[in-house]
């Protein structure tokens, strides 16, 4: 890693600067799914481990591909490698994933099935995520700071009742209109055992959360009020309680003007968003109100060329005037191309450098 980029100040976190309202050196970029199979030394270790599921269980090669993007790009942050389903996993329901087919889960439908879960082994199952949070913070650049991460409940809860990603999230859907009593007890025992399993990774060395709620744009107004922000307020509202200190990130996918209620009634500290958020919109009505972290269009990134380059300066100039982390509108695809990313941070750092060489010419 270069170690002479302007505005990298020894043991100053830009990203952690910006969540907390402090003047940061620059403006931090991370990327959703920075680790993962577009990197040809990530599937080398998966490779090694097996499976997904073995590399997210193995704490030396999780904490080795959590790294791994930090050695090819100038990023702010690390996230660590593991995954929202892993939670279910340690409730007890079997989990696979399948080659080019994503998660296969034995399906949670009825009370039976949600009272077979159990809470009581789980953390001690996570183990092997709280041991890889513990190396990687143990090597992590100064400057970099580590993000630990769950699903929000109501995501999960569409993978844990469809037993597979679906495109619309019917079976969850159905279950949340009709009113089931085992979709309410579904989605509180995932609220309490997010927040233990937060804290237990702020525990083990993470600095920032974030909870992604990559499904929350399928629900109605009524439901995303049930379902999306009363967990999340559960959720931020007691992880607060144990760690007040440490910055929770939303990512209510797909949310639309419900993004602006999703800040003020859940109490994130910052909120990441999708692509289809108007950049006006997100400074006039957010940024005021919070950090806002995203949104480039991971297809464009995939894309590369004139379109990659402008929309990155839509959005550098859309929302520099406030407090900005950048990041992508969803996670990495896996055949985007390496020069683009590297092409992308290049574009936003030389921005960067030439606003500070011109400031220190006329100051
Ligand atoms: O961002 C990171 O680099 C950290 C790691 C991370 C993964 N999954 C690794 C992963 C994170 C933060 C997640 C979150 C996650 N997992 C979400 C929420 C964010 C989002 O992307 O919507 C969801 C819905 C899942 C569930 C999940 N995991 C699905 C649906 C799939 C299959 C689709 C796919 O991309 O393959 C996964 C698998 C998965 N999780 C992979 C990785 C790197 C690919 C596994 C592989 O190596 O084959």
């Known amino acids: ?29 991370w990327m959703m799914r920075q680790a993962g199979r577009y990197l040809p030394e990530y599937r080398d270790v998966r490779k090694q481990a097996g499976s997904f599921l073995a590399l997210c269980g193995d704490p030396k090669l999780a904490s080795e591909v959590t790294l791994q993007p930090l050695r090819r790009f100038d990023l702010d942050a690390a996230i660590i490698f593991a995954d929202i389903l892993l939670l279910p996993k340690a409730l007890g329901q079997k989990l696979e994933f399948q080659e080019g087919e994503g998660p296969v889960l034995e399906p949670v439908s009825d009370s039976s099935s949600v009272a077979a879960l159990s809470s009581s082994g789980a953390m001690a199952e996570l183990e092997p995520v709280f041991d890889a949070l513990d190396r990687v913070s143990g090597e992590l650049p100064p400057h970099v700071t580590l993000i630990g991460f769950c699903g929000a409940p109501w995501t999960v809860a569409t993978y844990m009742i469809a037993g597979h990603g679906t495109i619309d999230q019917r079976p969850a859907r159905e279950a949340a209109y009709r009113g089931e009593p085992w979709f309410e007890k579904l989605i509180d025992l995932l609220v309490e055992t997010s927040v233990e399993y937060l804290i237990r990774q702020v525990g083990a060395g993470a600095e920032v959360l974030q909870v992604f709620d990559t499904w929350a744009g399928v629900l109605s107004d009524t439901l995303y009020d049930r379902w999306c922000i009363a967990p999340t307020r559960d959720i931020v509202r007691q992880v607060k309680a144990s760690c007040p200190g440490v910055p929770i990130i939303g990512f209510p996918r797909g949310s639309g003007l419900r993004y602006q209620k999703f800040v003020s009634q859940t109490g994130v500290d910052a909120v990441s968003l999708d692509w289809s958020v108007p950049l006006d919109w997100a400074r006039q009505e957010l940024q005021p109100m919070v950090p806002v972290q995203g949104n480039l269009d991971p297809i464009v990134l995939a894309a590369g060329g004139p379109a990659l380059a402008s929309e990155t300066q839509r959005i550098l100039d859309g929302l520099s005037s406030g407090r900005h982390i950048f990041n992508l509108g969803h996670g990495i695809l896996p055949d985007t191309p390496i020069s683009h990313v590297e092409g992308l941070i290049a574009q936003i750092r030389d921005l960067e450098s030439a606003a500070s060489s011109a400031r220190s010419k006329t100051g």
């Open 1 to 29: 890693m270069k170690e002479t980029k302007p505005g990298r100040q020894a043991g100053r976190k830009a990203f952690l600067d910006v969540l907390k309202g402090r003047e940061s050196a620059r403006r931090p970029i």
